[in-house]
């Protein structure tokens, strides 16, 4: 089956401890979109402005992402900047330009509206309800969400989180969501506000997955180095939720969301090697498939091959 | 075959936010003794004062723990007081008495230096290499070390890694001792300095094994509550060299390691459930066997139960 991904569609300008790009597409549903897609088609839902390439259409084009939900409107592209500190963890936003981003009002068009598989990328939780509003009857709902709407749209987020059936988040956002340093309290809590389960992406500690009954625990691919760490949350959420649709599975359970999130962090992975959705632009199933497996090497104890 | 463990026997004093208690049982040996003896028979190294409870040595024989190697000798034992913050991950010490630790000369017992197995706890590099000088020939080594002598000792540190199999630290001491922020970085760069094996603990987000050519990780297991993280550390390694020992391979290979590095957090993190060693006082072998069980169900993704 298909996901569809709502979310931020950018050009971002980035500045690393060793390089500096302007201008390069980014935006939570572009990476989610395109990680996404190695899994299964995408409906892409989201707003440009006359500034933004055609080659990207054309890029989608190729990988099976329908722009149809994608609007073209008079005005600049949403801009974000940010740079990254010398240790590539922590990165201050320099400058964020809304442009037609701020007026966005996500129209599902006909064809978009029966799709089971949602993946709500991180845009502000008002206008992820709006589309969710559109659907006719998601089976899964994947919802991924920042720090900026735990602080500022606090109200909208809590409204959202029962009609979540996986939230993702990262660990200083899980912490801040609850109050509470420790994260398996943090994960534990925030299912309680709604979302039958809660991933909590670690970074270079990997992610959590909690569930009613079961917790799953995996490490991060042991990367050298990192280029751009840019999109690495989008890009595992559109793994993810690309991975559950290709599946196709009548139900979604904990096992199949296990192998989610790992391929999730294989294609988050993948995505911090080079800037921008550069590495994702060539990035073939076979490469994935591999990288899967040396996940399961690494963090295998018992029964070895 | 059984493991031989030098390090610190202390009377630790602790607070944390919610509790304080006062000269309890500590130090790195201590904990790594009784963390080893659930796997096998453990000959203890070590020096404590005329004022340290003969209860304690009752405790090691139930244990199957060989105190012949520890010296009383006049004086007040060694006492480390500390208080950990809010949160329990950082922590401040209060104060260090070195007592009759400040001469301690390790003397091994003429029964103790044919032990294949060593685990060279937490104390002053110096110290680790002058019972090893006095081991006939050791199979496999197995050290710990902390952030202070990579600051006040680190020419001793250097001279011992390559005597060193195994070299347990943590993330943040990993970072110090190599300077490089990435621990995939850290923890091969600290293998080129000796050690065949080296382990990275990184509490709440579990553990890192780097191999010649092999690469493990694992999580930590989801505590709600930890009551005193101290001597987690000290349990994991005495966990892990335990399990080697108990295991008599006539090689360490990597596959064992990775289930030495589990059963290691597994004992750490029973450890850290109650003040000074009170858990592993009670512990059982069933309760290990099923934690176990626990860290294969929350971190496999194939081929489920």
């Given at each position: 089956?298909?996901?569809?991904?709502?979310?931020?569609?950018?050009?971002?300008?980035?500045?690393?401890?060793?390089?500096?790009?302007?201008?390069?597409?980014?935006?939570?549903?572009?990476?989610?979109?395109?990680?996404?897609?190695?899994?299964?088609?995408?409906?892409?839902?989201?707003?440009?402005?006359?500034?933004?390439?055609?080659?990207?259409?054309?890029?989608?084009?190729?990988?099976?992402?329908?722009?149809?939900?994608?609007?073209?409107?008079?005005?600049?592209?949403?801009?974000?900047?940010?740079?990254?500190?010398?240790?590539?963890?922590?990165?201050e936003t320099r400058s964020v330009a809304l442009n037609v981003?701020?007026?966005?009002?996500?129209?599902?068009?006909?064809?978009?509206?029966?799709?089971?598989?949602?993946?709500?990328?991180?845009?502000?939780?008002?206008?992820?309800?709006?589309?969710?509003?559109?659907?006719?009857?998601?089976?899964?709902?994947?919802?991924?969400?920042?720090?900026?709407?735990?602080?500022?749209?606090?109200?909208?987020?809590?409204?959202?989180?029962?009609?979540?059936?996986?939230?993702?988040?990262?660990?200083?956002?899980?912490?801040?969501?609850?109050?509470?340093?420790?994260?398996?309290?943090?994960?534990?809590?925030?299912?309680?506000?709604?979302?039958?389960?809660?991933?909590?992406?670690?970074?270079?500690?990997?992610?959590?997955?909690?569930?009613?009954?079961?917790?799953?625990?995996?490490?991060?691919?042991?990367?050298?180095?990192?280029?751009?760490?840019?999109?690495?949350?989008?890009?595992?959420?559109?793994?993810?939720?690309?991975y559950l649709a290709g599946q196709g599975a009548d139900e979604?359970?904990?096992?199949?969301?296990?192998?989610?999130?790992?391929?999730?962090?294989?294609?988050?992975?993948?995505?911090?090697?080079?800037?921008?959705?550069?590495?994702?632009?060539?990035?073939t199933s076979d490469e994935i498939d591999e990288r899967y497996?040396?996940?399961?090497?690494?963090?295998?104890?018992?029964?070895?091959?």
């Amino acid at each position: 089956m298909s996901v569809l991904i709502v979310g931020s569609i950018a050009l971002d300008t980035v500045k690393t401890p060793v390089e500096e790009h302007a201008d390069q597409l980014g935006g939570s549903a572009s990476y989610a979109a395109v990680g996404a897609s190695f899994f299964a088609p995408v409906k892409l839902v989201g707003v440009v402005g006359d500034d933004f390439p055609e080659s990207e259409f054309e890029f989608w084009k190729t990988r099976n992402i329908d722009a149809a939900g994608v609007q073209r409107v008079q005005g600049r592209t949403f801009r974000w900047s940010g740079e990254y500190a010398w240790d590539m963890n922590t990165r201050e936003t320099r400058s964020v330009a809304l442009n037609v981003f701020e007026n966005f009002e996500p129209q599902l068009p006909e064809s978009f509206r029966d799709t089971q598989m949602v993946l709500l990328a991180n845009i502000a939780p008002s206008l992820q309800a709006h589309v969710l509003n559109q659907m006719r009857q998601p089976r899964f709902v994947v919802a991924d969400t920042m720090d900026l709407w735990i602080q500022t749209t606090r109200k909208d987020l809590d409204a959202l989180l029962p009609r979540v059936d996986l939230l993702i988040l990262n660990d200083s956002e899980a912490r801040e969501m609850t109050g509470d340093t420790s994260l398996i309290r943090a994960g534990r809590a925030i299912r309680r506000m709604g979302p039958k389960y809660v991933a909590v992406k670690k970074g270079e500690h990997g992610a959590l997955l909690f569930g009613p009954d079961d917790f799953f625990s995996c490490g991060a691919y042991p990367l050298e180095d990192i280029h751009d760490p840019t999109g690495a949350g989008d890009t595992f959420a559109g793994g993810l939720a690309g991975y559950l649709a290709g599946q196709g599975a009548d139900e979604v359970d904990f096992a199949l969301l296990r192998r989610a999130v790992i391929f999730g962090s294989v294609l988050a992975s993948f995505n911090v090697e080079a800037f921008s959705l550069n590495r994702l632009r060539n990035l073939t199933s076979d490469e994935i498939d591999e990288r899967y497996e040396m996940f399961r090497l690494m963090s295998q104890f018992e029964v070895l091959p």
